[in-house]
């Protein structure tokens, strides 16, 4: 079977378990429909044939319902924080759920990521995976406009992953809407149930020479200085170990890596986005590269295409230690990395950021692949 499907997963009605290898057989993908959720990524170990997870989560999905970290799954309307959960649109202030101190964060409490999605197996000869739906009602956890959002996570004969991220507004004649969604997988390359090493010894390499500055809220100021100075411990240009900058005085009021990274391009504010089809594989030869996620101890890592503007780097700093994951590997404190890539933190407060607004008739588009690879343990990046 190429998908093979557990239905009513440990027996909790309704949520369904799907797993799918690459062609290659190197790369295996566990995803629900409860949050359209990457339950786990592994990667086959060469030495013992074995599959080991190189992402964070739960084995059980009674811990996904109850837990706060969003563990793989699809966050939106809007992932990121926005201001005091107010914004401004169709002559109207909405307010929206506060749950981030004094702002609201991917979405709401209980929001894409604590919702049953309809699910559909799809394949065929080169790419296989699920495709997720679910509908957002006016009004949801305060968004206006009803929306119809499509997840895709695929798996393709390249050693590809694919997150691609489609949505609309249902009515024609419907008020705008914002809209700003991604995954939130936190990556661990470094064999996590053999290692239990935390992440800080990962290189990561971003095509981004600005980075959001933000308050003590971590909230945007509406600057984005350049990645000198007193912010080069945000500069990826070139492959930089984690743990060099990550206890830097501009990183204490968010403890560590939890900011927006801007790709370097002569526009943000027009970017041109490319999407290739879902089910036609070989998606990273036609979605810009922007970076790189590499494991020195293992060899392990993955380059990183995506049509967003930039990316939110963020180290588990809230991790709560010693809790047992999927695999039975004991999380901790910067355990893992997310690269969120999304649209611009705020944007709907912040005009001079690229809009995250969508009108009716309109098609939000979001595309973002892993490509992964082997090469000799400590080699550097190819970068």
């Avoid at 359209?36 to 964070?56: C, R």
């Avoid at 406009?145 to 997150?163: I, P, S, W």
């Avoid at 935390?198 to 003590?216: F, M």
């Avoid at 927006?260 to 943000?268: E, I, M, S």
Wanted: glycine share 10%; aromatic share 10%.
């Amino acid at each position: 079977m190429v998908v093979e499907v557990t239905k009513n997963w440990e027996g909790v009605p309704g949520v369904d378990l799907y797993t799918f290898t690459s062609n290659s057989g190197f790369l295996r993908a566990k995803v629900s429909n409860y949050g359209a959720t990457l339950i786990a990524l592994e990667l086959k170990d060469a030495a013992d044939g074995q599959y080991y997870p190189v992402t964070l989560g739960w084995g059980s999905v009674k811990k996904w319902q109850t837990d706060p970290n969003y563990f793989g799954t699809v966050v939106g309307r809007y992932g990121n924080r926005i201001k005091h959960g107010k914004f401004d649109l169709n002559g109207k202030t909405y307010q929206l759920e506060i749950n981030n101190g004094p702002n609201s964060l991917h979405g709401g409490v209980k929001s894409y990521d604590k919702q049953l999605w309809d699910a559909e197996v799809v394949s065929n000869e080169t790419v296989r995976g699920v495709k997720f739906t679910l509908i957002s009602p006016d009004g949801d956890h305060g968004y206006p406009g009803a929306l119809k959002v499509t997840t895709y996570v695929l798996l393709d004969n390249h050693d590809e992953l694919l997150f691609r991220h489609e949505a609309a507004l249902l009515d024609a004649g419907a008020t705008k809407t914002v809209v700003n969604l991604t995954n939130h997988t936190y990556w661990n390359l470094g064999q996590w149930t053999k290692t239990q090493r935390d992440v800080l010894g990962h290189s990561l390499t971003l095509n981004a020479d600005r980075v959001v500055e933000t308050d003590a809220d971590s909230i945007p100021t509406g600057r984005l200085p350049p990645v000198t100075g007193d912010f080069e411990c945000f500069d990826f240009r070139a492959p930089r170990l984690l743990k060099k900058s990550v206890e830097a005085d501009v990183m204490k009021p968010a403890r560590g890596y939890d900011h927006y990274l801007v790709f370097a391009r002569p526009d943000f504010a027009g970017v041109p986005r490319h999407h290739p089809a879902p089910m036609a594989g070989s998606w990273a030869a036609t979605t810009p590269a922007q970076g790189e996620l590499y494991c020195p101890d293992t060899g392990y890592g993955f380059a990183l295409h995506t049509s967003e503007p930039g990316v939110q780097v963020y180290c588990a700093n809230y991790l709560e230690p010693n809790s047992e994951g999927y695999g039975r590997a004991a999380m901790k404190h910067r355990g893992g990395l997310c690269l969120e890539t999304q649209g611009f933190p705020d944007a709907p407060n912040q005009p001079h950021f690229p809009s995250t607004v969508l009108a009716a008739g309109e098609r939000y588009e979001h595309t973002t692949v892993h490509k992964f690879f082997i090469r000799p343990a400590h080699e550097g990046s190819k970068l």
